[in-house]
């Protein structure tokens, strides 16, 4: 996944504060091994949960080696105890289209 796919997610989101995207995939670790991804983007801003995030927001949250398999869309803002999936397990260019959110 690009950082231009990222970044235009992100800009979709702005317009969807009741949306959530959740980017699931792999990213090659330093022992040459696969360990699991995952970004959210909410409100035109990405986060990646299971790697550390630059403090600079010019630079992309995706770790060198990054793969994204898989996207997800959620009812926002997210509550984890209670979350409401409207798409489950589509390819991350499907929400390339506003219309697909909803």
């Known amino acids: 996944m ?3 796919l990222l970044q235009t997610l992100e800009s979709i989101s702005r317009e969807r504060p009741d949306r959530v995207v959740r980017l699931r995939g792999m990213v090659t670790a330093a022992d040459g091994g696969a360990e699991p991804l995952e970004v959210l983007i ?8 299971t790697h550390p995030t630059a403090f600079d927001p010019d630079q992309s949250v995706l770790p060198d080696g ?9 009812q926002g803002p997210l509550n984890p105890l209670q979350e409401q999936l409207l ?9 390339l289209d506003p219309l697909a959110w909803g």
Request: glycine share 6%.
């Open 2 to 4: 690009s950082s231009e």
């Open 42 to 49: 909410f409100r035109g801003f990405s986060s990646c949960t």
């Open 66 to 74: 990054a793969s994204i398999q898989h996207a997800d869309l959620l």
């Open 87 to 95: 798409l489950e397990g589509v390819p991350p260019e499907r929400l």
